[in-house]
């Protein structure tokens, strides 16, 4: 006779027959979409699909075991979670297609979305980010006290990623309340477990950082489920990270494209025999929980469902481009209101630094929900002293010590964000930001044209040369992120700037690179208000008037220029930029006009840098007001040298002086 027992171990404990058969319904709507879809696929009406074939059961386990205001961090198998949180089919079905109903309106792709109002947050392409977003979701709940867990999800590939221990590390430094579900299936696309990494069980990784490890078959909803609510109560009243190792197997190609030719026939007939939904369904026959008549009421629901919401979503329109939206959604929408400071109000003389940490203190003391992360910020006050005196009056939760994880760091403020919060990052030096490049690139910069969440996120970023501190401790990097729509970039040249212009960066709730040159922090000193004020965005300084020629530049760019042109006897606008994203083309045309000559000037290597793309703009939009090539000048195309003889020559103090002089005589 044949065995009919399945050959997973279900313990139903206490459940009762409501939450068995709500199990069973919620596991067969991804297996029955994903049938569909496969023939979709075939037909040409879907472009791509990624399976999460016999992985079905981790994602409707835990989906079904957490509150529903509870954060999930899912990846591309994880259908399960985006149903269990009932998202509309049409909705999901017209993401897929591409169509404006979309939850991306069509600018991404499959699960590459999130939506708050579900407290999913999808993933991007680049594996591991998503671990550090949700270290600060969970920061958020840890700090607001709110009791909450949130679970993100990983795979065999993606634990190969930086970003996977910098995401457990810091969970685990903070104590966290993160559960972090691994979905151990045997494959990184068709590279098999044994070629990523050397041990046998993730298990093994969790006491490495100090966080308890269970294992879990992942294709038994019961267990999966059964687990993940046990954790999530225990860890909403202890908060702490936990790693949990989900065995499982994925039954089709990574995308379909790609086959399964490379796994063994019989490794793929022994998990064949795993399949979450036959064994739980069989399970459920067998003990009398569910029966003929009730199955296929269940399965004519699904199904159902499905088609209905496939009908709807074909039948919308294909996308109609509309440009101005399309510009619009680049940014989080904000009217930033100009913050004056009181006519009576009290004045000192403050350098850069004063200024800048003037800034940062006021906001903290106006945001309450301002969270200040980088490395040593704590009690030493940060390696240019910024925040010194900030942990003892704002408190540890709110100034926080960092490991040395730039990219878990970036993600973290992205994840307060989401909940609500404001962050601001210090990069010790700007040179390190390169590590964290690409949650800024890829996750802070796109991520309300993708969804519509916006980044409260400021990067404050010490930069620039001149105090022969070598290649990695003096790049002007502002350059790699001016050609990144989503962002904006800051660049002070006086105190005066360098604080309000920090202030109206942090209430504005999109994401900020702030740069700040190390060398004006103590030799620039001026004036200015001591109460809160701000100043406007994307407005440029005329900060020099004349008639011979025009300078556009901004930092330190604005004192060369200055003593330059008093040691040459010039007269000459001086435009300081200070704004470089978005950047002022109103006050570089009015200068263009006005005199006819122009010279850009920046500490950046000359080769690619901002000025470049500037010149190229006056070319082509202000050609009929040139007297004369419009020129730029910048640092040797060369890293910047250590010795202060080559540093000095790298600068293009001297090269700018005989341009100049060459533009004057043209």
């Keep these: 006779m044949k065995n009919t027992q399945p050959l997973l171990d279900f313990d139903r404990r206490n459940l009762s027959d409501e939450i068995m058969l709500e199990l069973y319904e919620s596991l067969i709507m991804p297996r029955r979409i994903e049938e569909k879809m496969l023939i979709l696929l075939r037909q040409g009406r879907i472009s791509k699909w990624f399976s999460g074939w016999g992985q079905e059961a981790i994602s409707i386990g835990v989906v079904k075991a957490l509150q529903a205001d509870e954060f999930i961090l899912p990846m591309h198998r994880n259908l399960g979670i985006f149903t269990g949180r009932n998202m509309p089919l049409e909705r999901l079905f017209a993401q897929f297609q591409g169509k404006l109903s979309g939850f991306t309106k069509g600018r991404d792709r499959s699960f590459h979305f999130g939506s708050k109002a579900h407290h999913v947050v999808g993933m991007i392409s680049h594996?591991?980010?998503?671990?550090?977003?949700?270290?600060?979701?969970?920061?958020?709940?840890?700090?607001?006290?709110?009791?909450?867990?949130t679970v993100v999800f990983s795979g065999d590939g993606a634990s190969s990623e930086g970003d996977f221990h910098e995401g457990l590390n810091v969970a685990a430094v903070w104590k966290l309340p993160v559960i972090f579900v691994i979905e151990h299936n045997g494959y990184g696309l068709s590279t098999p477990s044994?070629?990523?990494?050397?041990?046998?069980?993730?298990?093994?990784?969790?006491?490495?950082?100090?966080?308890?490890?269970?294992?879990?078959?992942?294709?038994n909803i019961l267990e999966v489920y059964s687990t993940i609510m046990a954790l999530a109560e225990d860890i909403r009243q202890n908060p702490r990270p936990v790693l949990v190792e989900a065995m499982t197997f994925r039954m089709r190609g990574h995308e379909e494209a790609s086959g399964t030719k490379y796994v063994p026939k019989q490794l793929m007939e022994d998990w064949a025999k795993l399949d979450p939904v036959e064994n739980y369904e069989q399970y459920l026959m067998e003990t009398g929980v569910l029966d003929d008549k009730t199955k296929s009421l269940i399965n004519t629901r699904v199904k159902s469902a499905i088609n209905e919401g496939l009908e709807r979503a074909f039948a919308e329109e294909e996308i109609s481009p509309d440009l101005a939206i399309e510009l619009a959604d680049v940014y989080a929408p904000y009217s930033h209101s100009i913050v004056s400071p009181p006519e009576n109000g009290t004045t000192s003389d403050k350098r850069l630094v004063d200024a800048i940490s003037d800034g940062l203190k006021q906001s903290m003391e106006k945001f309450p929900k301002l969270i200040l992360m980088g490395q040593d910020i704590g009690e030493y006050g940060g390696v240019f002293k910024i925040t010194d005196g900030f942990k003892a009056q704002f408190g540890a939760d709110r100034v926080r010590n960092t490991p040395l994880c730039e990219s878990a760091i970036i993600g973290a403020a992205l994840g307060l964000s989401i909940k609500g919060y404001k962050a601001m990052v210090e990069m010790q030096f700007a040179d390190f930001v390169s590590v964290g490049f690409n949650q800024i690139i890829n996750n802070l910069a796109k991520i309300h044209y993708r969804w519509g969440q916006h980044?409260?996120?400021?990067?404050?970023?010490?930069?620039?040369?001149?105090?022969?501190a070598g290649p990695f401790h003096s790049q002007s990097n502002e350059a790699w992120f001016f050609h990144t729509p989503g962002l904006k970039i800051i660049y002070p040249s006086n105190p005066y700037d360098a604080k309000g212009l920090l202030n109206a960066a942090l209430e504005d709730p999109n994401p900020y690179l702030y740069f700040e040159h190390k060398g004006m922090y103590r030799s620039i000193s001026s004036v200015i208000p001591d109460d809160y004020y701000t100043v406007e965005i994307g407005k440029a300084?005329?900060?020099?008037?004349?008639?011979?020629?025009?300078?556009?530049?901004?930092?330190?760019?604005?004192?060369?220029?200055?003593?330059t042109v008093e040691e040459l006897g010039i007269s000459a606008d001086i435009l300081d930029l200070r704004t470089l994203l978005p950047w002022d083309k109103k006050a570089v045309k009015e200068t263009v006009k006005k005199t006819g000559k122009i010279i850009f000037l920046h500490e950046d290597c000359i080769t690619g840098g901002i000025?470049?793309?500037?010149?190229?703009?006056i070319s082509e939009n202000c050609f009929e007001y040139l007297d004369a090539p419009v020129m730029r000048e910048g640092s040797l195309d060369t890293p910047v040298p250590f010795a202060?003889?080559?540093?000095?020559?790298?600068?293009?103090?001297?090269?700018?002086?005989?341009?100049l002089s060459s533009l004057l005589e043209y």
């Design 127 to 149: 594996l591991g980010p998503q671990l550090a977003i949700a270290d600060g979701i969970a920061l958020a709940d840890k700090l607001s006290n709110e009791k909450k867990v």
């Design 611 to 617: 000025g470049a793309e500037i010149c190229a703009w």
């Design 541 to 563: 300084a005329l900060v020099k008037e004349g008639t011979q020629v025009s300078i556009l530049t901004y930092g330190m760019g604005v004192h060369w220029a200055i003593k």
């Design 644 to 659: 202060p003889a080559l540093e000095k020559q790298f600068l293009p103090v001297e090269r700018f002086k005989e341009k």
């Design 455 to 468: 980044a409260d996120v400021v990067i404050r970023m010490p930069t620039g040369a001149g105090m022969a």
């Design 194 to 219: 044994e070629e990523q990494f050397a041990f046998k069980h993730f298990t093994d990784k969790g006491p490495g950082y100090g966080m308890e490890s269970i294992q879990i078959q992942g294709n």
